[in-house]
């Protein structure tokens, strides 16, 4: 009987264990998902301005369609880079927090 319940203790402290370095795992990658979002709003809010600015100075209405175009593509083209960049995060997130759980599935999943 006490065999059973010391290996009921470990068996516990273990996925314990490992949920706490999947919850870790989870925990770095909210990290980088802010420090990228924090940094692609910051370059995107100092592109708007210049754009703007751009925008004011423009002489003529050809050369302000001109400024209004080049900034919607550079605005597309970061947002794209954002969105990949923000899904390779994730995913490897998704794996980290995974990892630990491997060796236990594999395990009790045959």
Excluded: C, W
């Amino acid at each position: 009987m006490i065999n059973n319940f010391e290996d009921f203790q470990k068996m516990s402290r273990d996925n314990i264990d490992l949920a706490l370095v999947s919850a870790g795992a989870f925990g770095k990658g909210l990290q980088a998902l802010a420090s990228e979002t924090a940094d692609y709003s910051k370059q995107s809010f100092e592109a708007g301005t210049a754009a703007f600015e751009k925008l004011l100075a423009a002489g003529s209405l050809d050369k302000a369609v001109e400024v209004q175009s080049e900034y919607v593509r550079s605005a597309y083209e970061g947002y794209v880079g954002q969105v990949t960049k923000v899904g390779t995060i994730v995913a490897d997130m998704a794996k980290s927090a995974y990892k630990p759980y491997e060796n236990l599935f594999a395990k009790y999943g045959k």
